[in-house]
């Protein structure tokens, strides 16, 4: 089964392609997304990256959480589900 991994403070020039080939180095990617702003079209730093298995996602984390992406460091943890702001 897959795992979805964030990956914050990136650099606003990454691609989604960029990113996918980086994060290939610690197994295979099933996706890989950086969100955009709707209204700048610009990045907002951060993305979603899905590994093929949860052994990947863990060797992804070892080797990029807090290590240098494109002169950032970079946050990569295990993405959290959606939060439901309607609880509030």
């Given amino acids: 089964m897959s795992t979805k991994l964030y990956v914050g403070n990136?650099?606003?020039?990454?691609?989604?392609?960029?990113?996918?080939e980086i994060f290939a180095q610690?197994?295979?990617v099933v996706s890989a997304e950086i969100l955009m702003d709707r209204q700048t079209g610009r990045s907002k730093g951060f993305a979603f990256v899905e590994m093929e298995t949860e052994e990947d996602?863990?060797?992804?984390?070892?080797?990029?959480?807090?290590?240098?992406?494109?002169?950032?460091?970079?946050v990569v943890d295990i993405a959290r589900p959606k939060r439901d702001d309607r609880d509030r």
């Fill in 10 to 20: 990136l650099s606003f020039s990454l691609t989604d392609e960029k990113l996918a």
């Fill in 57 to 74: 996602a863990k060797n992804a984390i070892q080797m990029f959480n807090g290590k240098d992406i494109e002169g950032r460091p970079a």
């Fill in 26 to 28: 610690a197994g295979n």
